[in-house]
């Protein structure tokens, strides 16, 4: 399949998959039944600013620690995470778009644990619908990025630019740096961002 060029075509081809089929549904649904629940209040915002917060932070070190971990021998064995074989095929076949976008049964179990954990930690039913909309819509955009950033289409904003050009630059420059999507700053926050040319 042709790499889509237009932002129309990335979001045709983005929604041709699983994994985004099932966090769009997951986040109409959270959003129909948060207008049904009483107005947003304090806590509301509380938990929208701590996913704000959370996200950027565990993409890096799940992206740095989990996806990019190498293989341990322990005596005679070798372990290697599942997580970690899949994210190497991504980087040897970069190109192949599906392989941009997590499992659809993976973002399945996710968005069972996501609801379990806000039916559990939420002090009501109202702020946990909004805890599972900020938290789906932070996983949607997180693939959303990913997945425009493996295609031909040149973004429009300084911001989808500078995540498109670090992101293609940890691909085929050093994949070492530059483990962030949502916060670009991040990875300079953390040692592993820097300009093109000092990453080698």
């Avoid at 107005?39 to 932070?57: C, E, K, N, Q, S």
């Avoid at 064995?77 to 778009?97: C, G, I, M, N």
């Amino acid at each position: 399949m042709k790499p889509p060029i237009t932002l129309l075509g990335v979001a045709r081809a983005f929604l041709r998959y699983g994994s985004p089929r099932v966090l769009t549904a997951q986040l109409l649904v959270a959003l129909v039944v948060r207008c049904f629940l009483p107005a947003p209040t304090v806590r509301d915002a509380v938990v929208v600013i701590a996913v704000v917060v959370y996200w950027p932070l565990q993409e890096w070190f799940l992206h740095w620690g989990v996806l990019h971990a190498k293989p341990r021998r322990m005596g005679s064995r070798t372990f290697d995470s599942r997580a970690a074989k899949k994210h190497r095929d991504h980087h040897e076949r970069p190109h192949v778009l599906g392989t941009a976008l997590l499992p659809t049964p993976t973002i399945v179990l996710l968005v069972v644990v996501h609801l379990l954990f806000w039916r559990l930690v939420a002090p009501t039913a109202a702020v946990g619908c909004t805890g599972v909309i900020a938290l789906g819509g932070a996983a949607l955009l997180y693939e959303w990025i990913h997945f425009s950033t493996h295609t031909a289409y040149k973004p429009k904003t300084r911001y989808f630019r500078t995540v498109r050009i670090n992101h293609l630059m940890h691909h085929f420059r050093n994949e070492g740096h530059w483990y962030s999507f949502t916060l670009p700053a991040l990875d300079d926050w953390l040692g592993t961002g820097g300009a093109p040319t000092s990453a080698r």
